[in-house]
């Protein structure tokens, strides 16, 4: 993993790629999810990846972040052609991911959870660890805001709280780029808020981040940049603006304003 640098600076670093898709392709069967997509992610970007249901955004996750490679083109992260490396190899490069559906082991706490996150299997048994992981647990509880529920089980938590169990089970593995999948879905807008102002602060932080989500509103006032795909294919890349205004865009979502 990138060693942790402190950073201040909270515009992206357009001449640092972090994560770079070249030409990506997933089929599954006769199923494109996936069509020659390529974009890159700056350094310290805030970066929303949009489209309409079914565009090909779970997909193109699943594939950086190791669930499946793609079928064809070639992802770098750092430079790095991490083209199909397993999960747990890229997440100890530092590649992290939320889920949209969540994943919490229901017989332990939230506090067990995010402690859990932290650590490979082989490692949590020992002993001298247990210490700096519990530490860090509660630390991480306490930066999403879950502190009120850390010794409940995720079935007692509300669905705000969950979303935020999903972020802190991510952060547990102290990544460098983080993949976030629909963190606004059902929330309400001061909620949504939240959730931003702690996104900003994991950027300023100098984690790089990119943004799933269906909440137009909410997204475009997160982020640096906007990718758009529509079934598999990139049809627009730009600032929010220019994509809140672009007829293309409107017209992949349904022919409305894209709000
Ligand atoms: N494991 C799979 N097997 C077969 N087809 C799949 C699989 N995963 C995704 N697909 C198909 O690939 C396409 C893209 O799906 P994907 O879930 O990536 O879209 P999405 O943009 O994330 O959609 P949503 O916003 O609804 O989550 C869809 O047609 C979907 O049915």
């Known amino acids: 993993m990138t060693p942790q640098t402190t950073k201040t600076a909270t515009t992206p670093d357009e001449s640092t790629d972090v994560l770079r ?20 992610v700056h350094e310290q970007e805030i970066l929303g990846f949009i489209g309409p249901n079914g565009a090909g955004k779970s997909t193109t996750f699943n594939c950086v972040s190791g669930s499946f490679p793609p079928t064809e083109g070639t992802i770098y992260y750092r430079d790095e052609d991490v083209t199909g490396m397993p999960q747990y190899e890229l997440v100890k490069k ?5 889920y949209q559906t969540f994943r919490p082991l229901n017989d332990r706490t939230v506090l067990e959870n995010i402690e859990l996150s932290q650590v490979p299997d082989k490692l949590f048994s020992v002993s001298d660890l247990r210490a700096d992981t519990t530490e860090r647990a509660w630390e991480l509880c306490e930066r999403v805001g879950l502190e009120e ?8 938590v ?18 460098d780029l983080l993949l976030v999948d629909e963190p606004f879905a059902g929330l309400t807008s001061e909620e949504i808020e939240e959730s931003a102002s702690l996104f900003r602060s994991l950027r300023e932080e100098g984690t790089t981040l990119v943004v799933i989500d269906h909440n137009m509103h909410g997204l475009l006032d997160l982020v640096d940049r906007v990718v758009v795909i529509s079934f598999g294919e990139k049809i627009a ?3 929010p603006q220019e994509i809140r205004d672009d007829p293309v865009v409107q017209k992949a979502y349904l022919g409305g304003d894209v709000e």
Request: proline share 6%.
């Open 21 to 40: 898709l070249e030409n990506v392709t997933k089929r599954f069967g006769n199923v494109t999810a996936v069509d020659d997509l390529s974009f890159a």
């Open 94 to 98: 530092g590649i992290s991911r939320t």
């Open 149 to 156: 529920y850390a010794h409940l089980t995720p079935e007692e």
């Open 158 to 175: 509300p669905h705000a709280g969950m979303l935020r169990l999903e972020i802190g089970r991510a952060l547990g593995t102290d990544p």
């Open 237 to 239: 890349e730009g600032a």
